[in-house]
């Protein structure tokens, strides 16, 4: 299972920080993953980081202003969140998955546990 905190409502500019803890599975050898759902729109990759090297991978909108990070000692997920927008309002879900190779990354198919989703209201 995967846990999610720390969501909220923050002005703009502001700064959040997502948490995710894993129970029942060890994050060492998982691709890890954040998306988020707007209103009235699917669910897209916001981030995500390979298992294999540790290589990170961010969506334009994000780019600079986002930071994913896994924790293996504290089996924890996290996504620190600067400079937001309103355009960042949203659901966010993490998510862990394994033997997910380069491409498939940003996929949601890939990820086979989710977190429940914690919601990020930025206001103007």
């Known amino acids: 299972q995967l846990q999610a905190s720390g969501g909220g409502l923050v002005q703009a500019g502001g700064s959040l920080r997502l948490s995710c803890g894993a129970s029942?599975?060890?994050?060492?050898?998982?691709?890890i993953a954040w998306f988020r759902q707007a209103p009235g729109k699917g669910r897209e990759v916001v981030s995500c980081m390979s298992a294999a090297d540790g290589r990170t991978y961010y969506q334009d909108p994000v780019k600079g202003r986002f930071t994913i990070s896994k924790d293996n000692a504290k089996n924890t997920v996290r996504l620190q969140m600067d400079s937001l927008t309103p355009e960042d309002t949203a659901v966010y879900y993490c998510?862990?998955?394994?033997?997910?190779?380069?491409?498939?990354?940003?996929?949601?198919?890939?990820?086979?546990?989710w977190g429940q989703g914690t919601q990020v209201t930025v206001s103007s």
């Open positions: 998510a862990a998955g394994t033997k997910v190779i380069t491409s498939e990354l940003s996929g949601s198919s890939a990820y086979h546990y």
């Open positions: 029942g599975f060890t994050l060492d050898d998982y691709a």
